[in-house]
């Protein structure tokens, strides 16, 4: 068996598990609650800055999907114990990181692009206030709703990778290990104004939603306005192809180095530990 009919093997397997009950109504309710959330405050008079509000609960169940569908990639076959079956078959090993990655990846997108339609939706009577550069037209709602959609597609895929390596890396309290990653790389050291900083993907994710978007933050007077369009320069300086590049590039090097720890390294099933 090839390579690839290993891994769609994988691919068809995992769907089968996400389409139990218990995962689809998981699903459900976080593709809902950015939605619900957005309804709550648009009744309640409270929808301040929606673009940024979408941006950050679309994200926020995004990110969820990608703990709980990537993390446990090695994991879940120890605790299952079909490891060592896995590893007698041909290219096992790599259909069971690949074929998880692409599920916790089509998922997760899938989950959170619902999230963000349906948000939109919600938010379709309400005026969004953005500040774009100088030289930029204003977009129309399809246009951001568009925007949005490539870079949850851009963070599913780039987190699925990350994550799927902290899976091979660390079999127990790898979801843990992937909350502490995201707070101290991906919030905290994005937020460092010096070279370090551009290693977090999400400080080229915000790149790119303030070059393709604007400023979706909240403005209150024109001093204010003036300060943000100093960052809508500063984030948007570089092309975004350069962005992209960065983050396809570490979506591969991710899964280069994966696929060559889960080839290598001998795991501790549960019958050995017993032992």
């Not at 879940?76 to 690949?98: M, Q, V, Y």
């Not at 977009?139 to 091979?168: D, N, P, R, T």
């Not at 290990?177 to 070279?195: D, H, K, M, R, S």
Request: proline letters at 3%; glycine letters at 4%.
């Amino acid at each position: 068996m090839s390579i690839f009919n290993s891994v769609m093997a994988t691919v068809q397997f995992e769907i089968s598990r996400v389409c139990t009950l218990q995962r689809l109504m998981v699903a459900i309710v976080m593709a809902l609650f950015p939605p619900v959330m957005l309804f709550i405050l648009e009744m309640s008079s409270a929808l301040a800055a929606p673009v940024f509000l979408i941006s950050l609960f679309c994200g926020m169940v995004c990110l969820l999907s990608l703990l709980l569908w990537s993390t446990s990639n090695v994991y879940s076959e120890l605790e299952g114990k079909s490891w060592t079956f896995i590893t007698s078959r041909p290219h096992g090993r790599w259909s069971i990181l690949f074929g998880k990655f692409l599920v916790a990846f089509g998922v997760s997108f899938l989950i959170s692009w619902i999230a963000l339609t349906l948000s939109m939706v919600i938010t379709a009577e309400v005026e969004f206030f953005i500040i774009v550069s100088e030289d930029s037209p204003p977009l129309s709602k399809v246009a951001i709703w568009f925007y949005l959609s490539v870079l949850l597609c851009l963070a599913s895929m780039v987190y699925a990778a990350i994550f799927s390596l902290l899976g091979v890396l660390i079999q127990r309290r790898a979801m843990a290990f992937a909350v502490v990653y995201f707070v101290v790389v991906e919030i905290i050291l994005a937020l460092i104004p010096a070279i370090v900083g551009k290693f977090a993907m999400t400080f080229h994710m915000f790149c790119l939603l303030t070059h393709w978007v604007g400023w979706i933050g909240p403005v209150t007077d024109d001093e204010g306005e003036e300060v943000v369009m100093e960052f809508v320069g500063l984030y948007g300086r570089q092309d975004a192809w350069i962005h992209l590049s960065v983050i396809f590039a570490m979506t591969f090097l991710t899964l280069a180095v994966a696929a060559y720890v889960i080839r290598n390294r001998e795991y501790l099933t549960l019958e050995d530990a017993q032992i």
